[in-house]
Structure formats: structure tokens, C-alpha cells
């Protein structure tokens, strides 16, 4: 009866340090999928800043183009969407996203002439407003 007992025990600590040993496996996956997830999203964010850049280059300038792009930055997967809101990748993210909204803003302001603050949101109302006070 005693080597059952003892039997049961070492089942029970095998059982216990497999459980450990799966859910640590899970936690590693779920760590390199949100990490690629953050990845793509800063990728994206470089690329539309490039993309802005070329916009403004232009002769003449793109500008509605470039506030497309601004726009797409600024509304890209939000804050809690892909990543848990928080979380350290999501304030990587965030960064990432506030920087290269800074790029294409500073990039307007040089082209345009214009100063409508250093917020995304600024821009894109205040240029749309412009615009559409034009036509």
C-alpha cells in the first residue's frame, strides 16, 4: 500500500511539471506572435512614412496624398486592438506610431508652410477644413 501511495505521488509530480512545462510552451508562442504582430505594425509605420516623404517630394507636392497617409498611421490598428492596451509591445507600438506621425507632420509643415500644432489629429482636421473651404 505504501508503494501505491508513493506510486500516486510521483504520477501527481509528473503530471504537475508536464502542465508547467505546456503552459510555459504556450506562453513562449504567445509571446513571438504578439511580437511579430508589433513588428508589422512599426514595418507599416516606416513604410508610410517613406511613402508620405515621396508624396511631398513630388513636383508639386502630393499633400492630399501624404494626409492619407497620416491618417492611415494615425488609425491603424489603435491602441488595444492587436496587442492589449498597456502592455509593453503596445507602448513600443505607440511610439512608434507617435514618431513616425511626427515625421510626416514635420514634413507638411516644411512643404506646406502651414503650422497646425504637432498632433496628428490637427493636421488632418486642419487641412481638410483648408481644403474644403477651397472647393
Known amino acids: 500500500m ?3 501511495w508513493r506510486s500516486r505521488k510521483s504520477e501527481v ?15 513562449v508562442v ?15 509605420f516606416s513604410e508610410l512614412v517613406e511613402d508620405a516623404t515621396k508624396a511631398l517630394e513630388q513636383n508639386p507636392p ?3 496624398r501624404a494626409l492619407e497617409l497620416l491618417d492611415y498611421v494615425h488609425t491603424y490598428y489603435p491602441s488595444g ?7 509593453t509591445l503596445d507602448r ?3 511610439r512608434a506610431r507617435l514618431q513616425a506621425e511626427g515625421q510626416i507632420v514635420g514634413t507638411l509643415r516644411s512643404v506646406t508652410g502651414k503650422d497646425y500644432g504637432s498632433s496628428a489629429e490637427a493636421w488632418l482636421t486642419g487641412l481638410k477644413t483648408e481644403d474644403e473651404a477651397n472647393n
Open 62 to 64: 502630393n499633400v492630399k
Open 81 to 87: 486592438t492587436k496587442l492589449k492596451s498597456g502592455s
Open 92 to 94: 513600443i507600438v505607440e
Open 2 to 4: 505504501n508503494r501505491t
Open 13 to 27: 509530480v509528473i503530471t504537475l511539471l508536464a502542465i508547467v512545462v505546456v503552459l510555459q510552451l504556450l506562453n
Open 30 to 44: 504567445w509571446t513571438s506572435i504578439q511580437t511579430t504582430m508589433a513588428d508589422e505594425q512599426t514595418e507599416v
